[in-house]
């Protein structure tokens, strides 16, 4: 997308492969299609969620009566702490080696975009998946110790195929074929979507569970797994891999250590500003540490009520499955139908009150100021390639409502979180699974923002920086929180780790508070290392910048 402007129309015809007949596809919105894919590919990852939670615990029964007395008396058997403690330990060691492998898929997934094109990309993620749930169901005849081992070594499949890498190529695929204004509501449209699989799917593998087996769900995962790829290679449209990302950032990528240059658009970037100064500009840094601060507060806010379910409330795996059916469907509820409203009633109320900002275009035929005059042809002679001029940073009218929304979703998030301790019967579950979700939003904001923040060839790097922000968050919080819950439900007071949630996320807040759109009319400068054969501007030869 080197040449890409925010006002490009969508979906160019070169983006698409022109030697390839049309298919039926071509009859429905290219949006329609992604949220599609993204429907059914969060079902088949969640038939299998809430029975694998239950199977630890289950396993975890097993192997304590292997080394302690047969149970005698009434009620359950594998209510004691010392399980529910144990089984809480092998879930967090369980959610370290998924995430762990869903950063290496973020990579992997990253490079195959690049490589092959969204699309084929997003095939590869849902094949190996099947393999996985393959695999976890011949764990479940084995069980005990032993099954929870071929569990968590299962998730080493996540390498190839999981969650991180299908969940940003689509986002990728949505920042590319969607208008910037529209961005952030079709980011919170795309998580909705998600979300309503995610519920459909929860619902479904509880009940495929108890009616037919614990080992059900994970069958019926492999074949949908395998029809979701299908599905992708058929009606998924076609993105020509060359438009992800400039050739500059694609030679930043050959040495030994390239995978890792996405990241390097979370750093402070080099601006200068509308007057000619250069300054540096923290505004993507903070919203990076305030979203992993946040998703450290949040992420295992789901693992976190199922368990205290179980253990407070007896809940089984068909209560745990209706909760967090009802947790997703009004998430994807409020996400596909409320949020994109407010975004919009929000961002027309900012642009009323907001100055007018300039239109920062790649190509202005009318400059205003003398850095935007083109250098005489005396002065470029001896150059051998024409400077290249600055990548402007063009933010949205209203945009800033979208980092508004972010901290008040998060602070929001928190008080509900710390309200979850005043639960005392089953039912009170149900509100809190009902109530969460009216504070989501923090994640597609977060996107919207950040594609705001940096110019239209930087949007894949950026949200795969960020998609590795937070899933190196949720592998702290579920190593961090879920033995922290562990700690707490020793002492037979497992309640206390939702304060400690609530605390976390209100740190998130004030972080946020730092993170600032670039100043209006600003323009990104080449970092110095790459642009110092480039003749520099009278206004930044007399200005330097900061640190450099």
């Given at each position: ?166 969940i940003l190529i689509l986002n990728t695929i949505v920042a590319e074929i969607t208008e910037p204004a529209g961005r952030t509501a079709m980011f919170g449209r795309l998580q909705g979507t998600l979300m309503m699989g995610v519920s459909l799917g929860l619902i479904v593998g509880g009940v495929l569970a108890e009616k037919f ?336």
């Amino acid at each position: 997308m080197a040449s890409n402007g925010e006002t490009t129309p969508l979906l160019r015809d070169q983006e698409y492969d022109a030697t390839k007949p049309k298919s039926k596809s071509s009859f429905i919105a290219p949006t329609t299609l992604i949220l599609l894919a993204g429907f059914i590919i969060s079902l088949s990852f969640s038939y299998t969620q809430t029975p694998l939670l239950y199977t630890f615990y289950v396993m975890s029964c097993e192997e304590y009566y292997k080394h302690h007395p047969p149970y005698e008396g009434t009620g359950d058997r594998c209510a004691r702490n010392e399980i529910t403690a144990s089984a809480s330990q092998q879930v967090a060691i369980m959610g370290c080696a998924t995430v762990l492998c869903g950063i290496t898929n973020l990579f992997v997934a990253g490079w195959e975009m690049r490589k092959y094109g969204p699309k084929k990309a997003l095939a590869i993620q849902t094949f190996f998946p099947a393999i996985r749930v393959a695999i976890q169901a011949s764990a479940l005849f084995i069980g005990a110790r032993t099954g929870i081992i071929i569990m968590q070594l299962s998730q080493l499949t996540g390498v190839w195929g999981g969650p991180a890498g299908y969940i940003l190529i689509l986002n990728t695929i949505v920042a590319e074929i969607t208008e910037p204004a529209g961005r952030t509501a079709m980011f919170g449209r795309l998580q909705g979507t998600l979300m309503m699989g995610v519920s459909l799917g929860l619902i479904v593998g509880g009940v495929l569970a108890e009616k037919f087996g614990i080992a059900t769900p994970f069958e019926v995962a492999a074949v949908s797994f395998l029809v979701c790829t299908t599905f992708v290679l058929s009606f998924v449209p076609y993105i020509d891999p060359k438009t992800l990302s400039s050739d500059e950032n694609k030679d930043k990528a050959k040495g030994p250590l390239g995978f890792l240059a996405p990241l390097k658009v979370l750093g402070a970037q080099n601006m200068r500003l509308r007057d000619g100064r250069a300054k540096k500009h923290f505004g993507i840094s903070f919203l990076a540490l305030g979203i992993f601060t946040g998703v450290l507060a949040t992420g295992f806010a789901p693992t976190l009520i199922q368990m205290y379910s179980m253990v407070a409330f007896d809940f089984t795996s068909t209560n745990n499955s209706l909760l967090m059916s009802v947790n997703c469907l009004v998430r994807g509820i409020f996400l596909m139908f409320v949020f994109p409203q407010i975004i919009s009633f929000g961002r027309r109320m900012f642009t009323k009150s907001e100055a007018p900002l300039p239109d920062v275009a790649e190509e202005s035929p009318l400059p205003t100021h003398a850095r935007d005059i083109d250098p005489l042809p005396a002065v470029v002679a001896d150059q051998e390639e024409p400077a290249k001029p600055p990548t402007p940073v063009a933010v949205t009218q209203g945009a800033e409502f979208d980092l508004f929304f972010l901290r008040g979703s998060l602070f929001i998030d928190g008080i509900i979180t710390a309200s979850s301790t005043l639960a005392t019967q089953g039912w009170h579950m149900y509100l809190v699974g009902s109530l969460l979700p009216l504070a989501s939003g923090s994640a597609p904001a977060a996107k919207g923002v950040l594609t705001e923040m940096v110019p239209p060839n930087r949007k894949a790097d950026a949200l795969q920086a960020m998609t590795l922000v937070e899933y190196s968050a949720t592998l702290t919080t579920m190593g961090l929180f879920g033995f922290v819950f562990s700690s707490f439900a020793d002492i037979g007071k497992p309640y206390l780790t939702f304060y400690c949630n609530a605390a976390v996320a209100f740190v998130g807040v004030i972080i946020l508070f730092f993170s600032r759109f670039p100043p209006s009319g600003s323009e990104m400068i080449a970092d110095r290392k790459e642009s110092e054969t480039e003749p520099l501007l009278p206004e930044e030869d007399e200005q330097p910048v900061n640190g450099s």
